[in-house]
């Protein structure tokens, strides 16, 4: 099994900054690909970001390209997510995933572990 928890969520103006991180715990979590999906009142739960296991392979939705960047430390068991550049629409419920799959995927139905999700206000 593997446990995620995640941190650093918070209120901010838009234009400002925040760095969400997510520690892993559990066998071979230094093999999973790991990924960020967020989820804004009455929508569906959408992809954001996503590294393969080395940090070789990375892949964003087309709305945070040049302003938020995904990133892994291995011997930490952490992945983070800078944020920059936030805006209203970034408003969301972060949450932190797992996939034991071989590549990246942006589907929810490919991620078998979860975190419990940090909230991100960005004020305008």
């Known amino acids: 099994q593997v446990q995620l928890v995640e941190s650093g969520g918070g209120l901010v103006q838009a234009g400002g900054s925040l760095r969400l991180a997510c520690a892993a715990s559990g066998r071979t979590v230094s093999t999973l690909v790991m990924a960020w999906f967020r989820q804004a009142p009455g929508k569906e739960r959408e992809f954001v970001a996503a590294i393969n296991w080395s940090g070789s392979s990375t892949s964003y939705v087309d709305s945070v390209k040049g302003r938020f960047t995904i990133s892994r430390d291995n011997a930490k068991n952490t992945v983070y997510l800078q944020m920059n550049s936030l805006k209203p629409e970034d408003t969301a419920v972060y949450y932190c995933?797992?996939?034991?799959?071989?590549?990246?995927?942006?589907?929810?139905?490919?991620?078998?572990?979860w975190g419990q999700g940090t909230q991100v206000t960005v004020s305008s």
């Open positions: 995933a797992a996939s034991r799959g071989l590549g990246i995927s942006r589907s929810t139905l490919l991620y078998e572990y």
